[in-house]
Structure formats: C-alpha cells, structure tokens
C-alpha cells in the first residue's frame, strides 16, 4: 500500500487483481506505487488483470496514512453494450435487460462477477439464443451489484434433491 498523499489529476496504472466476488482489488500505479480500490470505484466495466487504468488517489477513509484509488476507469470486462437489468431471479438463475427499448434475456452461466439487481447498468454483448436461434440473448454480463453470482444453481426443473423429479431424497 502506498504511504503518498492524494495526488491532483489522474493517474495511470495496471490492475494487479480485481477479486470479483469480494468486490475489491489492486492497482500498480505506472510510478510502481500499490493502491487499493473498491468495486463502488469503478466507473464503467470492472477491470480485469492487466488492464491499463486511469484513477484518482486519495487518502483512504479506512486506513490511515495510507492512500485509494477512486473513480477507477479503464476496464475492459463485459460486453461492449450497456443496459439496465429490469429484473433477475437469482433463484431461477435468469432475468432480463433492457437495451435500446428492447429486452432480452440472461441466464445464470453467461453472467460473471456479482449478481445482477434491478436498475444495474450492465456491460453485455448479443448473441444468437441457444434454445431459439431467431432470437438474441444477452452473454458477457457484468455490472452487477448483488452479492457473488451462484453458477451452480438456477435452471428451472430438475436441480432439486436427488436431482429433481423423480429423483428421490
């Protein structure tokens, strides 16, 4: 962690890690300084390792003596659209965002990072449905601001004990 006071303007850096599910990560300034940033931080799509980023340093509310990275831009995880989640039932382990007017779907396995809440601006990309190909559906999700996303779960019928209907205790 860097011991160095708020600086004025921008500055640029790498992204060292960016943990997803815990929602915060490291920044290598271009100076060689470390700063950590939180997911509330980011401005646009969150950064991925390695991602050039530009961010502001402050001193940190938390610690002390020691400095943040704020407004956080640069990254480039996600989809090259931008939505908002109208609804995601994370028990179902699908939703639906609104892009252009228009909405589509999103299923469990094509969203990565936290869960997706209603009014979330989100990153995404389309692509043919898998089960209708006539129409789109939303893959590369990210943007969400729930809690981690559960892969595992969702998908309707059939993921209950013993393996849904049928499938005994």
């Known amino acids: 962690m860097s011991l160095l006071p708020a600086t004025a303007g921008p ?21 060689g300084q470390e700063h950590f940033f939180h997911k509330s931080d980011i401005v646009g799509k969150i950064p991925k390792t390695g991602d050039k980023l530009s961010f502001e340093v402050e001193p940190s509310s938390l610690k002390p003596g020691q400095t943040q990275a704020k407004n956080v831009t640069g990254g480039t995880c996600g989809g090259d659209l931008t939505g908002t989640c109208k609804w995601y039932n994370e028990g179902r382990g699908h939703g639906f965002i609104i892009y252009n007017g228009e909405s589509y779907f999103m299923h469990v396995h094509q969203i990565a990072g936290n869960t997706p809440q209603e009014g ?33 779960g969702g998908g309707g019928w059939g993921g209950g004990w013993g393996g849904g209907w049928g499938g005994g205790w």
């Open 120 to 152: 979330d601006t989100l990153h995404f990309d389309l692509a043919p449905d898998e089960r209708d190909p006539s129409k789109q559906m939303c893959v590369n999700v990210v943007g969400g601001t729930g809690g981690p996303i559960d892969s595992s």
């Open 11 to 31: 500055v640029s850096g790498s992204c060292k890690q960016y943990n997803v599910g815990k929602g915060f990560g490291f920044i290598t300034a271009d100076d």
